[in-house]
């Protein structure tokens, strides 16, 4: 039976990682600290379904505790699935130093007990965000990346410099996974799709920053998750993937289509852009399509019918 070890397994992408490794019959670990980031009893409930499994145990620790790390690995570990991270671009211009103290000593320390517990595979979760303003599109793997544009990008960039580190020295296979805008059921709340769907359902007012012409990639949880357990299973040497859907779309337009999602139509209050937002993303997924077998399948707008029923029944 195959083991794997989860951090951040109670928040969006991990709780539903977990989940899918459980009813493939893997035995996992989650680690999570179950910061303050955002209502830790909303992850608390993202676990509901792991919990009671007889093949799943739970640390409540911090990555950057080099303690915790070690009981999550403890018994023998196939691979580490990392994905518990500071998130947010703005928050990290706010607060540098904890983006750096989480996300680079928190990977650090994660690698280490790769290294320590002899993991012989490593999965990193890394961000579209390492691209900055990158005006070549679509962006692909071989992209200079030396230019993020917030405290974010730049610890994800740096996660990316020490897997390759720990990946030349100790010979641990590593895959880095960039992710573009990831979206679905149990997205974090302050996340542009939900917290629109949240309040033009509700009536309020949602901040529009700029003119609508920012773009993004976004990218339905499903699509990410095969992503994510293609490049567990076929992890060796050091690589680095897009996973995103290629299909960026217009704020503007997203807040059209999550209009017509919710049946409801947006208030929208214009504001300027904000420091640390990047133009647009947008994802050239050949060499996962080619090394990972990734294909995307999920349809922004059968995406968004998706999310909505979620939220309708979860608010």
Request: charged share 25%.
């Amino acid at each position: 039976m195959s083991t794997a070890v989860v951090t951040g397994a109670a928040g969006f992408i991990g709780s539903h990682l977990t989940e899918r490794l459980l009813a493939a019959g893997w035995r996992v670990t989650g680690l999570d600290c179950f910061d303050s980031f955002y209502d830790p009893a909303i992850k608390r409930r993202n676990l509901h379904a792991c919990v009671s499994n007889d093949r799943f145990r739970l640390v409540e620790g911090d990555i950057r505790d080099p303690k915790a790390v070690s009981e999550a690995c403890a018994g023998g570990v196939d691979v580490i699935v990392h994905l518990a991270a500071r998130a947010g671009v703005r928050p990290s211009i706010e607060d540098p130093l904890l983006y750096q103290d989480v996300n680079v000593n928190g990977t650090c320390v994660m690698l280490e007990a790769a290294r320590k517990f002899k993991v012989g595979r490593f999965v990193f979760a890394s961000s579209s965000s390492v691209y900055g303003n990158n005006e070549k599109v679509p962006f692909s793997e071989s992209d200079n990346v030396d230019n993020p544009i917030s405290p974010y990008a730049a610890s994800k960039k740096a996660g990316e410099l020490l897997c390759h580190t720990y990946h030349h020295l100790f010979g641990i296979n590593i895959n880095c996974l960039r992710f573009f805008t990831v979206y679905g059921a149990r997205q974090r709340p302050d996340l542009a799709i939900h917290k629109f769907t949240r309040l033009i359902d509700s009536g309020k007012p949602i901040q529009m920053f700029g003119d609508g012409s920012m773009m993004r990639d976004h990218t339905y949880i499903d699509d990410i998750l095969s992503g994510i357990l293609a490049a567990m299973e076929r992890c060796k040497g050091y690589r680095i993937y897009n996973l995103g859907e290629s299909e960026p779309i217009s704020l503007k337009d997203l807040i059209g289509a999550i209009e017509k999602a919710v049946a409801k139509r947006a208030n929208i209050e214009r504001l300027p852009l904000q420091p640390g937002d990047v133009d647009r993303t947008y994802a050239d997924i050949s060499r996962a399509r080619a090394e990972l077998g990734y294909q995307p399948k999920t349809s922004l707008a059968e995406g968004l019918a998706h999310f909505v029923k979620w939220y309708q029944s979860n608010k």
